[in-house]
């Protein structure tokens, strides 16, 4: 992370409410959504990803922790560890507007690495957007040594295309 002379902490969602994830991402995608309102479906997905979260709190619940910069909440990351261990899977890495470009995202995402390492994965995959909302997130995967492995159609807008990326973590 760059300097900031900040603590940054990863907690987990043991004291939160239902609805503190769907807030976040609302409000980590809401330049997105008020720019493009094609991404508006994508809102009842975060819903869902929240009611499932706090629904199973010591299952999907534990493949999240927040982000709080000196005790405040700026973000997330999850990750999905169920195709181990050949892989695991990166959920969301989000951080809220007014805190990025502060090295958090990555933060959060080596986080999440060293997590995968004590699980013993062989390779982490991630997935971004080609729209330029996601270049941010396309430059940090790289920079914390993913390679971009392929591009596909997106399944729900066919100008845009997903970006697959893959690191390995036996070397």
Excluded at 128 to 150: K, L, N, S, W
Excluded at 155 to 167: A, F, G, R, S, V
Aim: charged share 25%; with cysteine.
């Amino acid at each position: 992370m760059k300097d900031t002379g900040m603590e940054v902490e990863f907690a987990a969602i043991t004291n939160e409410a239902p609805g503190t994830i769907t807030a976040l991402l609302r409000t980590s995608y809401a330049d997105l959504l008020e720019r493009d309102p094609a991404w508006e479906s994508e809102q009842a997905g975060w819903d869902e990803y929240d009611r499932q979260i706090f629904l199973y709190r010591d299952t999907v619940g534990a493949c999240l922790f927040l982000t709080r910069l000196n005790g405040q909440t700026v973000g997330f990351g999850s990750w999905d560890p169920r195709p181990g261990p050949e892989y695991g899977i990166v959920g969301h890495n989000c951080i809220l507007p007014r805190f990025r470009g502060k090295g958090l995202g990555c933060q959060q995402l080596r986080e999440i690495l060293r997590r995968f390492q004590l699980l013993r994965m062989k390779v982490v995959k991630v997935s971004t957007c080609d729209h330029p909302f996601f270049i941010p997130a396309q430059r940090m995967y790289v920079a914390v040594g993913f390679r971009e492995v392929r591009r596909i159609p997106s399944t729900w807008n066919p100008n845009l295309k997903m970006i697959e990326y893959e690191k390995d973590l036996e070397t």
